[in-house]
């Protein structure tokens, strides 16, 4: 009696063909995607546990396709800007502040184009959800260059880093249910720059200013989230515990105590020391190398890299 083909079929495919989130087109993406949170949460996730996240997050289902385009390095911006046939094509390459256009600029904005005006719309509808609260979770506007980067992991974020106060566990709960009305703000309100921003790069005869948007983002930020999103996790539940670092510890040294890590090693090799992490594609954690006990190099995780490289100091 032989195995079915089907049940045969699965196994080889579960043995062969790896995760998307897995595959060199995240790469340098998971890279920067941890150095960031670390810097920006003083906490390391594994990437793998929350790429997948995307799909699942309470946002407009355009931002996620945008999202996932931009982590496995597909977006058409930028240097891979091909746009002909309009007259301001030249836009999507690069924006008329003369830096080079991408996902990351346009959420932010520029001298060119002031967000501050719909970021206080932003700020004003989260913080009607929390009154008073300064927690960083609930102030995109102190989310850097990439301020995307959170809404994959907000729930552990918050579940690990919220300060050891008094009614800690009450404060926990009422974020964990305001979560998904939250990242359906944020990611509407990302979702509405993106919209915007193309439009203006396609439409010769549309010009995006800020200040002319604010009513049209209020009234789509008063929305609640669309039933079909209601019942989909947000942000990274149930993710895995993390070593060294004590939840609560809002502003305690990057990934928590360091004495729990393994000793840092001071022969450190890397192919470009220079090399820094704004370059996406090329990072420099494939190359790091220590020892192992015969004194020959060995290949380490990329977990026990960044660890390594955040505790020498080498992407200050």
């Not at 699942?56 to 931002?63: Q, S, W």
Request: charged share 20%.
């Amino acid at each position: 009696m032989y195995p079915a083909l089907d049940y045969l079929t699965k196994l080889v495919v579960r043995a062969r063909v790896g995760a998307p989130a897995k595959t060199l087109k995240f790469e340098a993406f998971s890279d920067w995607w941890v150095v960031t949170l670390g810097h920006m949460f003083g906490v390391v996730l594994d990437p793998g546990n929350y790429i997948k996240e995307v799909w699942r997050l309470a946002i407009p289902e355009g931002m996620k396709e945008v999202l996932w385009k931009e982590m496995n390095g597909a977006q058409v911006l930028g240097h891979r800007y091909h746009g002909r046939g309009y007259e301001r094509s030249d836009m999507g390459r690069f924006c008329p502040c003369g830096l080079e256009m991408t996902l990351g600029h346009i959420l932010v904005g520029c001298e060119v184009y002031v967000l501050q005006p719909l970021m206080e719309v932003l700020l004003a509808a989260l913080g009607a959800l929390h009154p008073g609260s300064s927690f960083k979770t609930l102030h995109p506007d102190s989310w850097g260059t990439s301020p995307w980067y959170p809404l994959l992991a907000l729930g552990s974020l918050e579940e690990v880093t919220y300060p050891i106060v008094k009614g800690r566990k009450k404060i926990l709960r009422g974020l964990k249910k305001s979560r998904q009305q939250r990242v359906w703000m944020i990611g509407a309100y990302y979702w509405a720059l993106w919209k915007w921003r193309m439009k203006e790069i396609h439409d010769t005869g549309f010009n995006f200013l800020p200040a002319n948007c604010v009513a049209s983002l209020r009234d789509t930020l008063a929305q609640p989230v669309p039933k079909h999103l209601l019942a989909q996790t947000v942000g990274g539940e149930g993710s895995e515990e993390i070593p060294g670092v004590t939840p609560g510890q809002a502003h305690a040294p990057l990934l928590g105590d360091l004495t729990k890590l393994p000793p840092p090693v001071s022969h450190l090799v890397t192919r470009d020391v220079g090399q820094r992490l704004s370059d996406r594609g090329k990072s420099i954690l494939r190359a790091l190398r220590v020892p192992d006990a015969s004194g020959r190099p060995r290949r380490v995780s990329r977990r026990e890299a960044i660890l390594q490289a955040l505790t020498d100091g080498v992407y200050t």
